[in-house]
């Protein structure tokens, strides 16, 4: 199906552009009334995720209402450990839970990899397609995994941590088992990303979350590794890498074979566009608090993010998924300000 | 009282010294035995910080039983905001937690400045003297203090957070209110530290737990600029400055009115060394996780650390508090590391 607005995808692959394209991470769920309508009837986000009809309906509703340049699928990250074997939860106000987690080789009986990914995983491809049939190519649709460094976090710390203390002595106490495991998850995701790009994915988002516990040694080897091992088996399809924290990595993470860089929002965007010129676009990155300030506010402070840049290789995001208490007028008001901003690259 | 041993002191001060001081955040309690067994004694760890003569004993006890170079006071960050009108709890597994929070200028009447903080804060002081006593001089003895900014975020958020969206919020809603209550927060903070160095601290430390959760612009302006009021004020006493996360900054703090800088555990400690020279002494930065290897990798990863600092400025130490769960054997091996280490500068 050919597609009305591609704007993302030439501004991925450094092609002319005549405006930024514009979303949101998180813009599938979280702030809009009609999203919590839809999660309401059903008895949860993970029944909402799994149910291919609603998730598609989720996934088109910010196109509809707020008028991004893109879709992306709504999913989460850790459909791929729950596909290996490890079952999550996600506990209201807590996040995500692990009954069992890996900390040594017996526990990887939970990480298998022996199984069809596009059968396990069918929800998630099914909604791809019937979300593709409601966009009906008005915009692309995006789909994504975490990295597998930060689903090792997760299937390892079992939880959320602010330290993930012991996600991380595992490096230190049987890092044998880290790159066994980190080997395992990349293997998986790189067929998972291919099957989301096979079901009508235009584009792939990697998110490295927690990549900012790590120094720089080693997220070199025991995270850039893997994302790496990914850069560089996706080529279908332009490839985002987004490592949240990595502030000391980015300069490695810009010449991997990706398109895009995300940025989060404390990341000086000039110093970065300094670093790679126009060989890299780069992706983000206002403060998702800038939300909460006044509607003039918001403009000024998009703007002044806008002016950054400095480049028409550009995909204009918040710096970190949007607030569950933002107010989706605010959103209206940072999209229709990145609409009327004129390229001067 | 005449010190035994000064060796802190002088590093701080960039004097000559034998061998390098070391010792380790968050030392007085978590791991020690000895420091449960007084604590499971009493109602828990609020009652512990406003018990003298039980605060005092688990200072003491990492000097006898670990043989670090410094004790420091066991207390809480979070005896200011207290003090101030917010009173909290320590609730298990989940860290603090206040009932009142501070999210408009109505919130102000719960951070009073208007109060003898020797007398409401009198607990930390005669723990402080007490702690001495038993010291007898054989080592210095730190207080400290959080810094502005890391206390606004529990006084506004109220808990803590993965992004401090509340907290952050105000930055951009209302800054005038975010001004006046840091401004308040650094008078009590200047007035405390002041009245922990007459009880008898010999230096002092601000510790920045959230430095990282703000960009630059906004850390110089609702963080550093506080920081900076208190490194002013301090005169007394050597100063170590530690602002968790903040990468983008160092190089603003390590200009402020201080002896030492710590660095967190993610930070390339060369990088910044070559960044200060000899004018600043440096505090860090062994991986708290690098005490879960064992006691010949523990040796090894210690002098790589001690390796990278190339300065005889340094004062030994985790970059991250020590965490619960690790073998204080393990931390005595850090230690001998440290003390057979051979200066070579």
Redesign the interface.
Known sequence: MELKNDLILRAAKGEPIERYPVWLMRQAGRILPEYRAVRGALSGFKELVETPERAAEVTVQPVDILGVDAAIIFSDILVVPEAMGLEYQLIEKKGPWFEKTIRSEKGLKYASTNFDVEDRLSYVLEAIKIANKELNGRVPLIGFAGAPWTIFCYMTEGQ?S??F?ES??I???NPTLAHELLNRITDVTIKYLKAQINAGAHMVQVFDSWA?????E?YAEFGLKYMEKIANAITEVPLTLFAK?A??SISKIVKMKCNTVGLD????SSEIRKMVGENRTLQGNL????L???HS?VEILTNSMLDSYKSKRHIVNLG?GV?P?VDPEKVKTFIKTVKNYEIKY
């Open positions: 959320g602010k330290t203390s991380r002595k490096l230190y106490t900012g516990i790590l120094g720089e080693q924290g502030y000391s929002w404390n990341t000086n403060d998702p608090c800038a909460y300030s006044s506010e970190h607030y208490d």
